[in-house]
C-alpha cells in the first residue's frame, strides 16, 4: 500500500487559521487589539507605560485596574451561568458589602488601623457570603427560577444598603483600606493583584477538581446529573455563594479608592456588564461548557471600550450603545450561523468546476 499523499501546506494553513478563527477568544481578542491600535492613533501617549517610584504608571496600567471589578464579577457569573443560572444581584451586594464594610469603619475608634481594616473587610464578605447562600436556598432549594430568585435582591439590595447607611454617603478616611482599590503591590495595583490571584484560585478550583465537570454537566441536563450521582442541589447553591463573596469583594475594591458608601450609585448595571464579559468571554448563557480564559479578555474589552469613548471625546452617556454595538459584533463573528455560511460558499468556491466536452 502506499502512504496518502501529505497535504499541501496552503491547506494546513487554512484549518490552523479556522481553528483560531473557531476558538470563542478569537473575535474578543481581535476587536480588543482594533480598540487598543486606534486608541493609540488618537492618543500617542496611550500605550506608554512609566515606571515611578517603583509602580507602573499609563493608560494601559488604568486599563487593567479598571478590568479587575468587572472581572471579579464576571467570574462568579460565569459559574452560575455554566449551571443554566443566572445572578442579578451582583450590583446590588456591591453596594451592601461596601456599606457594611464602610460604617464598621465609620464607627470604630481607629478606622486607619490594620486590624479595623481587616474586620470591614470580614463583615463585607460575609455578607457577600450570606447573601449568595440565600440566592442558592431560593435556587436550590426551593426551585425558584434563578432570574425571580435573585431579581429579589437586585430590587431589595440597594433598600437594604440604604438602611445600613441611614441614607446618607457613608465616608471614611482609612488608608489600609483605600490602598485596597488604589495602592500598589510589587509596582503592580492592588486591584490587578487580587483578581490574579483570584482568577487563578478559581481556575484551580474547577480545572483541577470535579467541580468543574459538575457545573458543565448540570447546565446540559441537571436531572441527568443527579440521576448520575452528581449532588446537582449542593453544587448550584456552592456557586451562588462563590458568585456574592466575588461579587462583595468587588464592591470593596470598587468602592476603595473613594471611600464613600453611596448605595444608589455604587454598583448600578454592574450585573449587566458581567453578563456581558461573560458573553464576550465565549461562555453560551444556556449553561454548560464554560471559559473562564475568555473573562479576561472580555473584562479588558469592556474597560478599553468605556476609556475610548473618553479618548474620543464622544459623550458618556453613548458608552451604552458602544457596547451593545461591539457586543453584537463579536456575538454575530461568533455565531455558528455565520461560520457555517462561510463554510458552505468557501466549500462551493474550491469545488472543482465541470469541464465542458466540446464535441
Not at 464554560?290 to 474597560?303: K, T
Request: one cysteine or more; a positive charge.
Amino acid at each position: 500500500m502506499t502512504a496518502p499523499a501529505p497535504a499541501p501546506a496552503r491547506t494546513l494553513d487554512l484549518r490552523a487559521l479556522r481553528r483560531v478563527a473557531d476558538h470563542g477568544m478569537f473575535w474578543p481578542v481581535v476587536a480588543l487589539l482594533v480598540l487598543l491600535v486606534a486608541c493609540g492613533l488618537k492618543s500617542p501617549g496611550f500605550l506608554d507605560v512609566t515606571l515611578r517610584d517603583g509602580h507602573l504608571f499609563g493608560q494601559l496600567i488604568d486599563l487593567l485596574r479598571n478590568s479587575a471589578t468587572p472581572l471579579l464579577l464576571a467570574l462568579g457569573m460565569c459559574l452560575v451561568i455554566a449551571t443554566g443560572g443566572i445572578d442579578l444581584s451582583v450590583g446590588a451586594v456591591m453596594a451592601i458589602a461596601l456599606a457594611v464594610s464602610l460604617t464598621y469603619l465609620d464607627g470604630s475608634p481607629d478606622p486607619g488601623s490594620v486590624g479595623a481594616v481587616a474586620v470591614a473587610i470580614a463583615l463585607g464578605l460575609a455578607v457577600g457570603l450570606v447573601v449568595g447562600a440565600f440566592n442558592g436556598f431560593m435556587v436550590a432549594a426551593l426551585g425558584i427560577q434563578p432570574f425571580i430568585a435573585t431579581m429579589i435582591l437586585m430590587v431589595a439590595g440597594r433598600g437594604i444598603a440604604m438602611l445600613i447607611t441611614q441614607g446618607q454617603i457613608t465616608t471614611v478616611t482609612s488608608p489600609p483600606f483605600k490602598s485596597i482599590g488604589s495602592g500598589f503591590l510589587l509596582g503592580v495595583p492592588t486591584p490587578v493583584v487580587i483578581a490574579a490571584v483570584v482568577f487563578v484560585l478559581v481556575t484551580l478550583l474547577v480545572r483541577r477538581t470535579a467541580l468543574g465537570m459538575f457545573l458543565e454537566s448540570i447546565g446540559v441536563n441537571g436531572e441527568a446529573s443527579r440521576l448520575a450521582g452528581v449532588r446537582a442541589r449542593s453544587t448550584t447553591w456552592t456557586v451562588y455563594v462563590i458568585a456574592g463573596v466575588l461579587a462583595a469583594l468587588a464592591g470593596l475594591v470598587y468602592g476603595a479608592p473613594t471611600m464613600a458608601a453611596d448605595a444608589n450609585n455604587i454598583g448600578l448595571l454592574k450585573e449587566l456588564d458581567a453578563i456581558m464579559v461573560v458573553v464576550l468571554g465565549g461562555t453560551k448563557l444556556d449553561g454548560g461548557r464554560f471559559n473562564l480564559g475568555g473573562l479576561i479578555a472580555g473584562a479588558l474589552l469592556l474597560s478599553t471600550l468605556e476609556r475610548a469613548v473618553i479618548i474620543f471625546e464622544l459623550p458618556s452617556q453613548t458608552t451604552p450603545l458602544f457596547k451593545a454595538v461591539v457586543l453584537i459584533a463579536v456575538c454575530v463573528a461568533a455565531s455558528p450561523y455565520l461560520r457555517s455560511l462561510v463554510e458552505s460558499r468557501r466549500a462551493r468556491a474550491s469545488r472543482p468546476r465541470p469541464v465542458e466536452v466540446v464535441r
